[in-house]
């Protein structure tokens, strides 16, 4: 019995192209709907799996639904001159109804079972107007890029710093208030200070002006008690 025709709709449906530089990985995207009524499971193999990783390379399809496989080129040396000859296969089926195991059901799986579709690749590396116009927009691809997530991060961020400068702000206005009562407080010890000191000379220098009247009393004394004795 002939195998049955894909009922899975891949895009594209024969070519995986993945545009250079190749310096890095080269992501290319395969889209598989199901458009039956009925879940379907596949896999996609590729005859050079060292050079490709393919998330997911497996699993189910739901009724109506699509799913988008990420084929992922390894960094190589690009050769011109060379011919792609790596070949992609997806395969599928249709899921039994009472179906727990995946493994399970593609091992005891038929051949009139399985349906399969297969791509090229093809590599293409720009041109250099292609790299010109590609560096002369990436700010602003790199910028349209940014997810409400991203969006909401950079808001929380500045919305921190903000806060942060205000908290400094009013740390140096109370580092400012505490050294002015500090200079106030010096100021006024100073004064306090001075006019002790101040007191402390005018009463020394009263007891020396006391001292020496006591002297002159006394000396005045002395000449008027030695007239009296002659």
């Not at 908290?167 to 400012?176: A, D, F, G, M, P």
């Amino acid at each position: 019995m002939a195998r049955q025709e894909q009922v899975l709709v891949l895009e594209p449906q024969h070519e995986l192209k993945f545009r250079g530089p190749f310096t890095d990985v080269v992501t290319a995207t395969l889209k598989l709907t199901n458009p039956t009524d009925r879940n379907v499971c596949f896999k996609v193999k590729t005859t050079a799996p060292r050079r490709y990783c393919v998330r997911p390379n497996s699993g189910i399809i739901d009724a109506g639904a699509s799913v988008n496989v990420s084929v992922m080129l390894q960094p190589f040396d690009y050769d011109p001159n060379e011919k792609s000859k790596h070949k992609f296969m997806v395969q599928s089926m249709l899921a039994p109804y009472d179906m727990t195991d995946m493994e399970g059901v593609w091992k005891e799986a038929k051949p009139e079972e399985l349906m399969d579709s297969k791509l090229r690749c093809a590599f293409e590396m720009p041109l250099e107007n292609d790299k010109t116009t590609e560096h002369s927009v990436l700010p602003k691809s790199a910028s349209a890029s940014l997810d409400d997530g991203e969006v909401k991060k950079i808001m929380e961020e500045c919305k921190r710093l903000q806060m942060e400068v205000q908290r400094l702000r009013e740390e140096n206005k109370q580092i400012r208030e505490d050294d002015g009562l500090r200079k106030r407080k010096v100021t006024s010890m100073a004064a306090s200070h001075s006019s002790s000191m101040a007191t402390s000379a005018m009463r020394d220098e009263g007891l020396s002006t006391r001292v020496l009247a006591f002297c002159v009393l006394f000396f005045v004394i002395g000449v008027i008690i030695g007239k009296l004795a002659l």
